[in-house]
T-cell receptor
Framework: GENVEQHPSTLSVQEGDSAVIKCTYSDSASNYFPWYKQELGKRPQLIIDIRSNVGEKKDQRIAVTLNKTAKHFSLHITETQPEDSAVYFCAAIKAAGNKLTFGGGTRVLVKP | DAGVIQSPRHEVTEMGQEVTLRCKPISGHNSLFWYRQTMMRGLELLIYFNNNVPIDDSGMPEDRFSAKMPNASFSTLKIQPSEPRDSAVYFC????????????FGQGTRLTVV
């Protein structure tokens, strides 16, 4: 089955700096890669996603890149703010209706 | 739509007791997932359903765990008998399933087994 690895497990950045989280996946058939943000005591919420036919996608201060050949994808947060502090999860799925496999999560702390 | 609804939000029970967690997916969604979240193991997929049919239950840890989806608007996750190591937050999520991948999570049930 699919295996998703995520690094780093914790990330501390100064407010205004950029944060980068990297994930690798094992199943080359995976073609949808969402990112979820989970604030303390809350549910995971989708913040951005990318499909395999796209190499990069951007939404304001967050962007995701995908390298299908290398089977890795990354989340980039620019101009970090304290409200970006949370746990971020990457995930991979082969097709709609298949199981969504999550990485281990990255705890991001933005220091003011 | 109110989103994915889980109940109860918190459950404290004694070891050996039966626990039933409930989930109402978003109307029209065909896929339903049960996840368990702990500090040690992160987000683990326990089981998922497509069109009310269990597709993959390989993540269910033991026979003490069982899940059902009797109709498109309701699912249960049952633990019998419960043990302290079952303490975790249990999330239910649903997805449109056909042609769309996004999964939406419920608020979770925090289970404590003492």
């Amino acid at each position: 089955g699919e295996n998703v690895e995520q690094h780093p497990s914790t990330l501390s950045v100064q407010e205004g700096d950029s944060a980068v989280i990297k994930c690798t996946y094992s199943d080359s058939a995976s073609n949808y890669f969402p990112w979820y943000k989970q604030e303390l005591g809350k549910r995971p919420q989708l913040i951005i996603d990318i499909r395999s036919n796209v190499g990069e996608k951007k939404d304001q201060r967050i962007a995701v890149t995908l390298n299908k050949t290398a089977k890795h994808f990354s989340l980039h947060i620019t101009e970090t703010q304290p409200e970006d502090s949370a746990v971020y999860f990457c995930a991979a799925i082969k097709a709609a209706g298949n199981k969504l496999t999550f990485g281990g999560g990255t705890r991001v702390l933005v220091k003011p | 739509d109110a989103g994915v609804i889980q109940s109860p939000r918190h459950e404290v029970t004694e070891m050996g007791q039966e626990v039933t967690l409930r989930c109402k997916p978003i109307s029209g969604h065909n896929s339903l997932f049960w996840y368990r979240q702990t500090m040690m193991r992160g987000l683990e997929l326990l089981i998922y359903f497509n069109n009310n049919v269990p597709i993959d239950d390989s993540g269910m840890p033991e026979d003490r765990f069982s899940a059902k989806m009797p109709n498109a608007s309701f699912s249960t996750l049952k633990i019998q008998p419960s043990e302290p190591r079952d303490s975790a937050v249990y999330f239910c999520a649903s997805s449109p399933g056909t042609g769309a991948y996004e999964a939406f999570f419920g608020q979770g049930t925090r289970l404590t087994v003492v």
